[in-house]
């Protein structure tokens, strides 16, 4: 008996068939006959956008295209200009990798795609262990995957300045963006997670949109505390630096929040099910404060034209139970709060004050994190804690100056010289960050920060900086050649990993020089004369595990040859190729200024 032929099946087995065929076939396949061009249009298409590009920039609303009417929509184009898109940032991402050259340039072209270029960053960040530049991939998709978040975050505080309506989740969410890297939790996350989570009490509480306000603040609460939705485990650090960050919150399996985390939260599951929550920023604390709809009270009695608005508060972090009104205010007498400021301390928070309030919380968390992480082994845990890698703490900390920056502005009759003086008090720190952590970041700088200073003394000191970060990025490196002569001076190569002889951290050689370059300032701060063999001998760049550069007498060094030097790995990739297990050193990828290394 003969087999059936593929033209002799129905539309309906070919169209399944069809969606394992790989989309650079599917125009020669639609050659083949009229029938089989009709069935790949438009269907396969869709199909292939849905199923291999998870992220779209919002231009392309295309959550409301999947939705409309297929033949509404001309979807061999979308994915034809999404893998147009795709085939662009890899360019380009390789072109970073081959040179050290331009990189800004580079990064602000893949950053202008938008969140259309996500999908195709995170591919190359997930690149196999073959690959053979795995750790520059790795790290530079990170690198550039960073800024887009970034990006986009910088651009919601923008919009808040600038008094434009910005929701709760997103404003806080935009810390979120900071410290993403490729985990779940960036603002379509958020917002999905907290449309699940009322849509979850909707089902658990059918009869929730005919309840009172007061009867309705308590179910919710009651929800989240009982899945734990909100505050810390016993187990948890209060300090830890998970703990502020509202999307690590809701895709975090613990879920740990700070009470002003736990009450962001709640407040926005509770304004998805028509109850008007807010942030209170109560001293030391921070509550929600509930609110009926108009004309009602709080118990859904018809309220007479000469009664007050009623309000009550609610403390999720802590309690089920609505906090009394009296004792609020009995603990703002006990603070010594005069009674003219209380309204002040139980009225709704604005957003913006909100996110400055997390990120003051960010900065303690930080320096908590600091101090111990530096007596810890870090690097090993994926969420922010107080064993976090300093990369993320650098992210972390690079946020709130941003925040402070950019929404610091004090209220009404406080005067614009406070806010200068604050803003010039975090000017250094974000300054010191973007020239030795986010250098890429020299678009932001210019379009969000120099704007706040213009007319004022750090303004040309801060363009002349834009200006050498940009001109050192396109100035040709200085090549050093290894002569014969050279190499009986400098004894140890790129790539090679030591353990410092005296303060024993771990690091790996970058950049070598025949005796010491520095200036005589620093000689003399770093004591070089007390050395056995002074100035003149070999120093030598270090990539250091703390992410710190160093600069280091060849007589501390002490090389050593780990089968993998865990605690550089993520760091490495700035610099170099892969881990070569064989003679165990890392491959250079900074051959354009040290070739023969």
């Not at 942030?279 to 009270?297: D, E, R, T, Y």
Request: charged letters at 25%.
């Amino acid at each position: 008996m003969g087999g059936a032929l593929l033209a002799d099946l129905p539309n309906e087995i070919i169209h399944q068939i069809l969606f394992y065929v790989p989309p650079p076939a599917i125009p020669a396949l639609q050659r083949v006959s009229r029938r089989f061009n009709d069935l790949a249009q438009p269907l396969l298409w869709r199909y292939h956008c849905r199923t291999l590009f998870r992220y779209w920039s919002p231009e392309h609303r295309i959550t409301q295209k999947f939705s409309d009417n297929i033949a509404k929509v001309d979807w061999k184009k979308i994915f034809t200009e999404r893998h147009n898109v795709d085939r662009t940032i890899t360019y380009v991402l390789d072109s970073i990798l081959s040179s050290q050259l331009g990189r800004i340039e580079k990064f602000q072209r893949i950053v202008d795609f938008g969140y259309d270029a996500k999908d195709t960053l995170l591919r190359h960040l997930s690149a196999g262990e073959d690959a053979e530049d795995v750790l520059a991939r790795r790290y530079y998709s990170d690198a550039v995957l960073g800024y887009l978040h970034r990006t986009i975050a910088i651009k919601e505080w923008a919009k808040l300045k600038d008094r434009q309506d910005v929701s709760l989740e997103r404003a806080l969410a935009a810390y979120d963006m900071f410290v993403l890297h490729d985990r779940e939790g960036d603002f379509n996350d958020v917002s999905a997670s907290l449309d699940n989570l009322a849509e979850q009490i909707r089902i658990a509480h059918p009869d929730i949109h005919q309840q009172t306000a007061r009867q309705k603040a308590i179910t919710i609460v009651d929800y989240l505390r009982q899945n734990n939705l909100t505050g810390i485990t016993s187990e948890s650090h209060y300090h830890d630096l998970q703990n502020n960050f509202i999307g690590i919150a809701l895709q975090h399996e613990e879920h740990p929040s700070l009470p002003l985390i736990s009450v962001a939260i709640y407040c926005s599951v509770a304004r998805r099910l028509a109850l008007d929550a807010r942030p209170c920023g109560f001293p030391f604390h921070v509550l929600a404060i509930i609110k009926p709809a108009n004309g009602l009270s709080l118990d859904g009695r018809p309220l007479g034209v000469s009664s007050g608005a009623e309000s009550m508060y609610m403390d999720p972090f802590r309690s089920n139970q609505e906090a009394p009104i009296e004792d609020l205010r009995s603990l703002l007498v006990a603070l010594g709060v005069p009674a003219s400021c209380h309204a002040m301390y139980m009225d709704a928070t604005p957003t913006g004050e909100i996110v400055l309030r997390t990120g003051r919380n960010i900065s303690t968390s930080v320096l908590t994190a600091q101090r111990t992480a530096i007596e810890r082994n870090h690097g090993g845990n994926d969420h922010l804690t107080t064993t976090s890698t300093f990369l993320e703490l650098e992210s972390a900390a690079y946020s709130s100056l941003w925040a402070s920056l950019l929404l610091g502005i004090p209220p009404d009759g406080d005067g614009p010289v406070a806010a200068t003086l604050r803003r010039r008090r975090d000017l250094p720190s974000i300054v010191y960050h973007f020239e030795t952590h986010f250098p890429t970041d020299v678009s932001l700088i210019e379009n969000y920060i120099v704007p706040l200073f213009q007319n004022h003394g750090e303004y040309a000191q801060l363009r002349d900086t834009v200006r050498v970060v940009r001109a050192g990025d396109i100035m040709p490196k200085h090549v050093k050649k290894r002569t014969e002569e050279i190499s009986q001076h400098v004894r140890y190569r790129i790539g090679q990993v030591f353990q410092h002889k005296r303060y024993n951290y771990q690091a790996v050689i970058i950049g070598w020089d025949v005796e010491c370059g520095a200036d005589e300032p620093w000689m003399a701060q770093m004591r070089v004369h007390e050395l056995s063999k002074g100035r003149h001998q070999s120093f030598y760049h270090v990539l250091v595990e703390d992410k710190s550069v160093r600069y280091v007498a060849e007589e501390n060094i002490g090389i050593v040859t780990p089968e993998v030097p865990y605690s550089l790995m993520a760091l490495a990739g700035r610099h170099f190729k892969w881990w070569d297990k064989v003679k165990r050193c890392f491959v250079s990828n900074i051959r354009d200024e040290y070739p023969d290394d």
